[in-house]
C-alpha cells in the first residue's frame, strides 16, 4: 500500500475520492442507521473546494483504497476531519495506516477527531491510536459525536 498526496484539483482525482467517500460513508449509515449522513451531501466540486488535505492508500492495483483528510486550526491543533476506507479493504489496517501517516506529518501536535457513538469500528481505531474521548455533542436528534483527542509530548 502506497500512501500520497492528493491533489483534488485533478478532477479524476477528485472523482475517485467522491466515489470512495460515498461507499464508505453509506456503509457507515447502514451500520449506525443514519441514512442522511452529511459526506454522502459532498459532491466532487464540494469536495474540492473544502480545504482539507487528502492523503490517499492506493492500492496494488492503482485504486484508492481509503484516504483521510485533515486541518490544520489556527491555534496549531489538527483535526482529522474524514478518514474512510472503500469497503472492498475493510479488516486490512487500511484506516490505522492512514490515521498513523497523518500523525506523522505533524507527530508534536496535538490531534483532534470525532466519530459517531454508534460507529464502534471507528471508535476502536481512534482508541488504539491513542485518541481519548473528550466529549460529547448531538448535532442532531438521532445523533451523537464523540470527541476524542491525542495529545503529543
Excluded at 442507521?33 to 459532491?43: C, H
Excluded at 490515521?99 to 470525532?114: G, M
Excluded at 474521548?133 to 459525536?145: D, K, L
Aim: charged share 25%; glycine share 8%.
Amino acid at each position: 500500500m502506497n500512501f500520497k498526496l492528493l491533489d483534488l484539483s485533478d478532477i479524476e482525482i477528485a472523482e475517485e475520492l467522491w466515489a470512495l467517500q460515498h461507499a464508505a460513508y453509506r456503509r457507515e449509515a447502514e451500520l449506525i442507521g443514519v441514512a442522511d449522513l452529511p459526506p454522502l451531501r459532498d459532491t466532487v466540486q464540494s469536495l474540492q473546494q473544502c480545504g482539507e488535505t487528502f492523503y490517499g492508500a492506493v492500492a496494488d492495483d492503482g485504486t484508492l483504497a481509503g484516504a483521510v483528510s485533515v486541518e490544520e486550526e489556527s491555534d496549531g491543533r489538527r483535526v482529522v476531519c474524514r478518514l474512510m476506507v472503500h469497503p472492498e479493504h475493510f479488516r486490512q489496517g487500511i484506516g490505522g495506516s492512514l490515521l498513523r501517516h497523518a500523525i506523522s506529518e505533524a507527530p508534536d501536535r496535538v490531534w483532534n477527531v470525532t466519530a459517531e457513538a454508534r460507529n464502534e469500528p471507528a471508535l476502536r481505531l481512534y482508541e488504539r491510536a491513542g485518541f481519548r474521548s473528550v466529549g460529547s455533542f448531538r448535532p442532531a436528534p438521532n445523533i451523537e459525536m464523540i470527541q476524542l483527542q491525542l495529545e503529543r509530548n
